[in-house]
Structures are given as structure tokens and as C-alpha cells.
């Protein structure tokens, strides 16, 4: 009498264990997948529009040229420095110097090149970048190397895959002076 009871009570808690396994892997599965969709979301770069491009311009009228040369769909790389973004802008918005554009051309390639994952396995490389098409991996060049570079292709740029090797300035001092409270002296502080 016994069995007749635990048999079906046995069959219940493996059913009922399979269909918690089942919500369990199944809302696994479903945050995984949510979270694979807020990832590309977060991830893409929107288009630039000409009010968030504005921030770079210093003369009226180069949004506008800048926007012209590179099409109203531009996307900035995502891991392009701000400081460099800047500088593309206004060499690109800068019509009267074109051989500069190229460079700039070069640099966005660089970047998004960098951002697909085209660069994995040259990790530790150096990437030289023509008519935005990469030419070669390797070693950092001498300033005779790239002088001679430059001379073949004279767009060419050279910059490393690992963004912590890209060369920075050393950090400024500023000094502030400001007169005393009687306006006899002045007093100098170095920040």
C-alpha cells in the first residue's frame, strides 16, 4: 500500500523538478539573452547629428563642411580619444588643407578597425595605415624610418594597438597670480 503512494509521489517531485529546472534554465537563458541585446544597444555609437558635432567647432560654417566630406550617417569610433576626435573635425572641416584629411581619414579607418577586432593577435604591434587600408604590423619607427615612410606615402600614420602606448604629453603646471587684499603685492601660487 505503501508503494502504491510513493511510486506517484516520486513521479510528482521529478516532474516538479524538471519543470523548475526548465523556469530556472529558461530565465537563464532569457537574462542572457537581454543581456547580449543591452550590450549591442549600449554599444553601438549613434550617429553624429549636427548639434552634437557642434562642440568641436571654433569657426561658424564647419559642421557643415565637416558633415559635407563625410556623410550625414558618420559614427565616430567608439574608442577614438576625444582629443583626437577633435582634431579630425577640424582638419576635415578645413577644407583649404585636404593632404591633412587623408591623415584624419586614416586615423577614423585606424579606429574602427579597432573596434571590430581586426587588430586581435597584434596586440603588442605598431599599425601603419595608408589610404585607409592597414599596410603593415611591426615595431614602432624610428623618426629615419618615418621619414622615409612619409616620403613614399606622405599620409601614412603609425599608431599602436595598445592605447596605453600612445604618447602623452606630461602634465602642466599652471601658475595663477593674484594681488594681496591691499593691492600692493601680488601673490603666486603654482598649481
Known amino acids: ?105 586614416n586615423m577614423i579607418f585606424f579606429y574602427n578597425a579597432l573596434d571590430r577586432g581586426e587588430f586581435v593577435g597584434h596586440e603588442d604591434k605598431w599599425v601603419t595605415v595608408n589610404d585607409q587600408k592597414v599596410i603593415e604590423y611591426g615595431e614602432e619607427y624610428s623618426d629615419d624610418q618615418l621619414n622615409s615612410v612619409f616620403e613614399i606615402m606622405p599620409n601614412a600614420i603609425q599608431l599602436p594597438v595598445d592605447q596605453t602606448r600612445l604618447p602623452q604629453s606630461k602634465p602642466t603646471k599652471m601658475v595663477i597670480a593674484q594681488r594681496t587684499n591691499n593691492g600692493d603685492d601680488h601673490k603666486v601660487r603654482v598649481v
Not at 529558461?26 to 557642434?54: C, D, R, V
Open 1 to 105: 500500500m505503501c508503494c502504491i503512494f510513493f511510486i506517484p509521489l516520486l513521479f510528482l517531485i521529478f516532474v516538479a523538478s524538471i519543470f523548475t529546472i526548465g523556469i530556472v534554465g529558461a530565465t537563464f537563458i532569457g537574462i542572457l539573452l537581454a543581456g547580449i541585446f543591452m550590450y549591442k544597444i549600449m554599444k553601438q555609437n549613434p550617429p553624429e547629428t549636427f548639434q552634437s558635432l557642434l562642440k568641436y567647432e571654433y569657426k561658424p560654417g564647419q559642421t557643415q563642411k565637416f558633415l559635407a566630406r563625410v556623410g550625414m550617417n558618420f559614427r565616430w569610433p567608439f574608442s577614438m580619444p576625444e582629443y583626437l576626435r577633435r582634431d579630425a573635425f577640424i582638419k576635415i572641416a578645413d577644407v583649404d588643407l585636404e593632404f591633412e584629411d587623408e591623415v584624419r581619414f
